[in-house]
């Protein structure tokens, strides 16, 4: 028996349990195998779920996987559908839902994924009042950034800091430090020995690259106190991880890029969106409503609800916190690789937000896919096939790291 929002059910499925409208009365009966006609009832009886039996195995499989099909399409409808690279994204998140399904995994209905809108409330800052640019200048009139943060970004911008000065400034964060020894030895990073102390770990992943990811990390801790009523943090920052531990591997495929720069840039792809939230809480909360009930990729409803976009405030942010030129540009165009300097790093966290998107997507994910060119990806010389073991070995990583960072 399985859980149905009604419009996912396909004709020749079985009630498993009689149906009632609203006044108590007995709409459909159990046992029924429902046809088009009973299927239109139901929503026009307003039924948002019912239980359904399927009797035959093989069955079973190809209703899943029609229903798969069709609940993923939804959030595949910005997108070009003859791209190589969206259809092999279609294909894998097709299957993972399907598996999902067959485990038992309850598809939200479709008037939760709609979402409705909320009373209209104020903003520190209005839509027609402030652009990127003001309400940056209030941010960081807000509260400084990590101190540690700075020292760090010291020792990389003087090119000599040796493992020893770079373990001293980390060492004086005892959270920092904790953090940075568990992710150096979580599977993401393989290293052949288990590393014990900072300096160790500068030894075996580098000098820039260790400082990168403990700047990206003492990042994080800036936007922690973050109110969780209208957000949910915890959502967001496994979106981030996501993106970050995608762009790491995918890296790792491509030829000239670094995997650390990769992994930072993509912890913080998205800070604009939290500089966002935590200025114009309720304007944030309006673009994601209007993105989930048009159905169109985040990016586009900031563009059409705001005027501009959290990678416009990203490059504020960034550039006033003085973050490394490379990441802060990837950072920027990863929404719109064409205009970076450091392109196949843009491209790659491109391809990291899509994949990050599409897998929430089977998890229940309330947001379109965001899409790409295949032109750009193609860029990469990642063979589209690599997609697979990409996704396989994110999946096995992402809880095990969260569990690491935050
Ligand atoms: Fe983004
Ligand atoms: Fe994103």
Redesign the pocket.
């Known amino acids: 028996m399985k859980k149905m929002c009604s419009e996912y059910i396909i004709p020749g499925m079985m009630l498993a349990k009689d149906v009632t409208g609203l006044d108590g009365s007995v709409l459909l009966e159990k046992g029924k195998v429902l046809d088009d006609k009973d299927i239109k009832l139901l929503i026009d009886a307003g039924i948002d779920y019912v239980y359904v039996t399927i009797k035959e195995k093989e069955e079973e499989e190809r209703f899943l996987l029609n229903i798969a099909e069709d609940y993923v399409s939804k959030f595949f409808m910005y997108v070009n559908p003859d791209s190589k690279f969206v259809s092999e994204l279609f294909k894998i998140v097709v299957e993972l839902v399907f598996d999902g399904l067959k485990k038992g995994l309850e598809l939200p209905c479709e008037d939760i994924l709609r979402a409705k809108h909320v009373e209209r409330m104020k903003d520190l800052f209005f839509k027609d009042m402030g652009g990127p640019e003001d309400i940056v200048k209030h941010e960081l009139s807000l509260a400084s950034f990590p101190d540690v943060y700075f020292r760090l970004k010291k020792l990389l911008d003087s090119g000599s800091a040796s493992a020893k000065d770079i373990a001293e400034v980390v060492s004086s964060d005892v959270a920092l430090a904790t953090k940075l020894l568990k992710l150096v030895n979580s599977p993401l990073f393989a290293l052949a020995k288990k590393v014990t102390s900072i300096e160790q770990a500068v030894a075996l992943v580098g000098e820039e690259e260790l400082t990168e990811v403990a700047l990206g990390l003492s990042a994080i801790r800036y936007f922690k106190d973050i109110p969780s009523e209208l957000m949910d943090m915890k959502t967001f920052w496994k ?1 981030s991880l996501s ?1 970050g531990i995608f762009s790491k591997i995918i890296a790792s495929y491509v030829k000239d890029v670094n995997e650390e720069t990769m992994f930072t840039a993509g912890l913080l ?2 800070v604009g969106k939290l500089i966002l939230f935590k200025n114009m809480p309720y304007s944030t909360v309006e673009t994601l409503i209007f993105a989930r009930e048009n159905m169109v990729p985040m990016v586009e409803a900031e563009e059409i609800v705001l005027g501009f976009t959290h990678t416009d405030l990203s490059n504020l942010i960034m550039e006033s916190w003085e973050f490394p030129d490379e990441i802060r540009d990837i950072v920027t165009h990863h929404h719109s690789p064409r205009g970076a300097n450091f392109k196949k790093g843009a491209i790659i966290l491109q391809v990291a ?1 899509n994949l ?2 599409a897998i929430e997507v089977s998890r229940g994910g309330k947001y379109v896919v965001p899409g790409m060119n295949d032109e750009d990806f193609d860029e990469l010389n990642l063979p589209i096939n690599a997609l697979r073991p990409i996704v396989e070995k994110h999946n096995q990583l992402l809880d095990t790291i969260l569990a690491t960072i935050l």
Do not use: I
């Open positions: 979106h993106c792809h998205d937000d990050a998107n």
